[in-house]
T-cell receptor, first 117, second 108 residues
Framework: GAVVSQHPSRVICKSGTSVKIECRSL??????MFWYRQFPKKSLMLMAT?????????EQGVEKDKFLINHASLTLSTLTVTSAHPEDSSFYIC?????????????FGPGTRLTVL | KNEVEQSPQNLTAQEGEFITINCSYS?????LHWLQQHPGGGIVSLFM???GKKKHGRLIATINIQEKHSSLHITASHPRDSAVYIC??????????FGTGTSLTVIP
């Protein structure tokens, strides 16, 4: 099946620094990529949807200036957490969508654990 | 009410037992995913299905579109199966809804 990778898998940073997380579709072209955040003891929540070559669509309550998303190519999307703070510590997961027979198949990345000290 | 409901929320089983995790959803879907999340947090996609049944090793996933219900079965469970299992459904509008997960502990 299709593979989606995320890098890094874990990152620890100091408060105030920016962290970039990469999401790559390894064997297919992803027209759409999704970024999710998992809060403790809660399920995944969609943060934003990005389409290659256009601006990301953010969900209500997600600060676009705080969580910068770039979908520069059909195989790479990046999420940059700017001026990270401890409350940004979370598990971030991307998924990549490939159109198949009129629908969009999604494949999940393994996730990135961000810890902000 | 959540669009995706999983049961049970927590499950403890003895090694070797047959395990079933259930997922019910209320939205029209294009596909349903079963995800496995290990204690370290890493997500593994186990199945993506839109009809019928899929099998991979000791794992079996079924879906009943009419009843809007899916089950994940684990045969001959092992302690390494201990993880959180998440049901996720995607609709035709590319929206995704996630269950809150089932925490499985398999005791040797």
């Amino acid at each position: 099946g299709a593979v989606v990778s995320q890098h890094p898998s874990r990152v620890i940073c100091k408060s105030g620094t920016s962290v970039k997380i990469e999401c790559r579709s390894l064997d297919f072209q992803a027209t759409t990529m999704f970024w999710y955040r998992q809060f403790p003891k809660k399920s995944l929540m969609l943060m934003a949807t990005s389409n290659e070559g256009s601006k990301a669509t953010y969900e209500q309550g997600v600060e676009k200036d705080k969580f910068l998303i770039n979908h520069a190519s059909l195989t790479l999307s990046t999420l940059t957490v700017t001026s990270a703070h401890p409350e940004d510590s979370s598990f971030y997961i991307c998924s990549a969508g490939a159109p198949t027979s009129g629908s969009l198949k999604q494949f999940f990345g393994p996730g990135t654990r961000l810890t902000v000290l | 009410k959540n669009e995706v409901e999983q049961s049970p929320q927590n499950l403890t089983a003895q090694e070797g037992e047959f395990i079933t995790i259930n997922c019910s959803y209320s939205v029209g879907i294009s596909a349903l995913h079963w995800l496995q999340q290990h204690p370290g947090g890493g997500i593994v996609s186990l199945f993506m299905l839109s009809s019928g049944k899929k099998k991979h090793g000791r794992l079996i996933a079924t879906i009943n579109i009419q009843e809007k219900h899916s089950s994940l079965h684990i045969t001959a469970s092992h302690p390494r199966d201990s993880a959180v299992y998440i049901c996720a459904v995607g609709n035709t509008g590319n929206q995704f809804y996630f269950g809150t997960g089932t925490s499985l502990t398999v005791i040797p």
